[in-house]
């Protein structure tokens, strides 16, 4: 069986972008072979990032650009058909979502914000 590349941190953004139930970042990733889009969002001080497509349809989530969480600021929803999902987790809590969304590991550091690259994950060439 042939090793898995090592994993590369990808700079996304100032630390000070995200802010708690706030508006998310936008980046675009490579997903087995699809380009995609995807989201950071900051939720109870920690940063979590998904790939930008709800479980129920593959659509988009937010209704304007960075707009993920819903009018309290507690799930993100998908602006689409209403399924909502926990910020931690991802897992689907309501509505019509099929299972948790597409989880990208993240870091924090030095004010910075990075995504990880896997397997099956990778940045978009320019």
Excluded at 14 to 41: I, P
């Amino acid at each position: 069986m042939p090793e898995a590349a090592p994993s590369e941190r990808i700079f996304l953004c100032a630390s000070s972008e995200l802010v708690d139930g706030g508006t998310g970042v936008a980046f675009e990733v490579v997903y087995r072979g699809e380009k995609l889009r995807a989201f950071a969002v900051r939720w109870r001080g920690q940063v979590q990032a998904y790939l930008n497509r709800c479980t129920h349809v593959w659509t988009e989530l937010d209704y304007r650009e960075g707009h993920f969480f819903d009018i309290t600021g507690q799930l993100l929803v998908c602006a689409t058909h209403g399924a909502v999902f926990e910020p931690d987790t991802g897992c689907c809590v309501g509505g019509p979502g099929r299972g948790p969304l597409t989880r990208i590991t993240t870091t924090e550091e030095a004010g910075r914000v990075y995504w990880h690259t896997a397997a099956l994950l990778q940045p978009q060439s320019a």
